[in-house]
């Protein structure tokens, strides 16, 4: 295996605003009952850990670049911090990824949906922490059959029974990403990348039978959106 020196190849940044108070269990607030390790790190800074990608493989399946990449590659990598800790939704929170996998997180949730606008990546963390797949974008217009590729994939996959009683078909995000330069989108999972530089649907297939549903915290409810309510920090 090798290391990727994070803080070259991904963009730092923190997600430095706030937000309404979340003590509420509704829409991805905190439920001590679901999220038992939401104290788990608190004592520890969250811009302390300097965490790093491991294990990191790169193949080329061939096909056709997209996002301004000259050649098709996908790679896979582990993302392990050792850290869950909640972190008040939109309080200072830095990451060497610019698509972490693990790590402290907000203890809001995001919302499993598609959305049209970033989505800071505390949110998009937890939802990990709770099984879920999210597709991260940064190709822009320049993204060949990406989109149509995922909207099949999370069809094939289908609806998950523990999203039932919730009014959710499974857990997926689909979220754009314009600090995303290492690769035109990401896949991730609690602990896990892909990242592509070109649509190769049976390893992005392989990807999600793997790792959806995997989190830490096996759990499916509706979470935020802020999005829908105009702003995740507003």
Known sequence: SSDVCSSDLFGCGDDDMSIPDASSSEDGGIDASADASMD???DVPPDAATDRLTEVETTMPGGD?????????????????????HITPCEPLSY?????????????????????EPV???????AMEHGAIVFQIGCGDDCGTLLE???????????????ASNDVSARFIVVPNPDLSEGAFA?????????????HEESMAAFIEEHYAQGPEDLCARGFDGEDRGGWCE
């Open 120 to 126: 800071p990546q505390g949110f998009l963390v937890h």
């Open 149 to 163: 590729t995922i909207d099949s994939l999370i069809a094939a996959h289908g609806d998950d029974p523990a999203c």
């Open 96 to 116: 060497s990824l610019s698509t972490p996998a693990s790590g402290d997180h907000y203890s809001r949730w995001a919302d499993f949906r598609r959305y049209e």
């Open 187 to 199: 896949l991730t999972a609690w602990e896990h990348v892909y990242l592509g530089t070109c649509v």
């Open 40 to 42: 788990a790190s608190a």
């Open 65 to 85: 670049a997209i996002g301004g990449f000259d050649e098709c590659t996908v790679t896979t990598a582990l993302h392990m911090t050792g850290r869950a800790g």
